[in-house]
């Protein structure tokens, strides 16, 4: 009897266990089902093949597809921008025979060194260098040339332009030999005790704006030409990046470029100049866009203490921005943006700046003269 418990037990036992399998075989055929049912293949009418040719019979299988550091990379191009803003004739005095009276540069200003550029200074301060024509000399000299208008500006007068942001200036003009070689020899002195880098048709300027150096000359429409052709290539051996022209040249009160300025300017952007920005005819005149570059034959006066009361007021900001290629150091690209201003704030002449109101008459009427639409920006 024993013996056959025990062998009915075995049986038991045995049954048990392959029913416990079928279980689990059913159990783990339904897990499988529901798999399947949450997660159908997808219809292969709803794929877009993204994978391109099939290669793999040419692929190394000794070489893994999901190293990405053999995969090609495109990296964007670095750029850098360099802003310069130019303005025309600055004339920080009155002239030397009339100075005094009420209406004076003197008498208005008050040796007040924030007065003249507190509208715009905001504007020279933000970018990197800001050039201006310098007209008259810097000097204490009293012995002047025999002529209708001459100008002697005190050198404390200077900080007037290091306290506005404005970094450097021309002094190829017409008034800078006012007082002789005494007062040529004197400007330049004061304006290197000032920190104002000056340039001219006979001394060629640099300015350095982090690993770029910008170089800069004057030429006026009287000099030999071959000057001109001298400076640029001096800057170009001087590894400059950036080559500015500023040009004392044209009629006086005309608003249209004689046909000396448009051969000076198209040449000196033939040789290698990158802007040409002109004054002296004391009137907006046309921008024109040659062989890719900017040449604006006149930006008027802006701050001019010679006058005491302004036949046409109207003037600008020219800004250039300059876009670099960091890789090469070349500029690949010029942005120009026209600024508007009004060389007063006041009837007359009170020698501070304002800019005209945005979209107004007078705004647009800057734009006009210079043959400019911001669009062209």
């Given at each position: 009897m024993v013996s056959n418990k025990r062998l009915l037990s075995l049986l038991s036992l045995i049954g048990i266990f392959s029913i416990s399998m079928s279980v689990m075989g059913c159990l783990l055929q339904t897990e499988e089902s529901g798999q399947s049912?949450?997660?159908?293949?997808?219809?292969?009418?709803?794929?877009?093949?993204?994978?391109?040719?099939?290669?793999?019979?040419?692929?190394?299988?000794?070489?893994?597809?999901?190293d990405s550091s053999s995969a090609p990379t495109t990296t964007a191009k670095m750029q850098d921008i360099i802003t310069v803003s130019f303005v025309g004739d600055i004339t920080l005095c009155s002239e030397a025979k009339s100075t005094g009276g009420e209406k004076s540069f003197e008498y208005v200003v008050d040796n007040d060194m924030n007065y003249?550029?507190?509208?715009?200074s905001d504007i020279f301060k933000d970018d990197d260098l800001t050039i201006a024509n310098l007209e008259g000399a810097v000097t204490a000299a009293t012995e002047h040339?025999?002529?209708?208008?001459?100008?002697a500006m005190p050198p404390e007068n200077l900080k007037m332009l290091t306290t506005a942001g404005i970094d450097a200036v021309n002094l190829a003009n017409n008034h800078?030999?006012?007082?002789?070689?005494?007062?040529?020899?004197?400007?330049?002195?004061?304006?290197?005790c000032a920190g104002i880098t000056w340039s001219d048709q006979n001394t060629a300027a640099t300015y350095q704006v982090g690993d770029y150096t910008i170089g800069m000359f004057g030429i006026c429409d009287w000099d030999n030409i071959n000057l001109a052709y001298a400076r640029i290539s001096e800057l170009k051996e001087k590894g400059c990046d950036i080559i500015i022209a500023t040009?004392?040249?044209?009629?006086?009160?005309?608003?249209?470029p004689n046909d000396k300025q448009?051969?000076?300017?198209?040449?000196?952007?033939?040789?290698?100049?990158?802007?040409v920005v002109g004054g002296h005819p004391h009137r907006l005149q046309p921008i024109e866009k040659y062989n890719g570059k900017w040449i604006a034959y006149s930006?008027?006066?802006?701050?001019?203490?010679?006058?005491?009361?302004?036949?046409?007021?109207?003037?600008?900001?020219?800004?250039?921005?300059?876009?670099m290629d960091s890789e090469s150091g070349n500029c690949v690209d010029y942005r120009l943006t026209c600024?508007?201003?009004?060389?007063?704030?006041?009837?007359?002449?009170?020698?501070?700046?304002?800019?005209?109101?945005?979209?107004?008459?007078?705004?647009?009427?800057?734009l006009s003269r210079l043959g400019w639409s911001q669009e062209d920006e």
């Open positions: 049912e949450t997660s159908p293949a997808p219809d292969s009418s709803e794929i877009t093949d993204i994978s391109g040719p099939d290669t793999s019979e040419d692929t190394d299988p000794s070489e893994s597809t999901e003249c550029f507190k509208n715009c040339k025999d002529k209708e208008f001459v100008f800078t030999m006012d007082f002789y070689d005494k007062g040529y020899s004197d400007t330049t002195f004061n304006l290197y040009a004392h040249w044209g009629d006086e009160a005309k608003y249209l448009i051969y000076l300017g198209h040449n000196l952007i033939d040789h290698g100049v990158d802007i930006i008027s006066n802006f701050c001019f203490g010679g006058n005491l009361w302004l036949s046409d007021p109207d003037s600008v900001i020219l800004q250039c921005k300059f876009v600024i508007p201003f009004c060389q007063t704030s006041s009837v007359g002449n009170d020698f501070c700046p304002v800019p005209y109101e945005w979209g107004s008459e007078k705004y647009y009427r800057v």
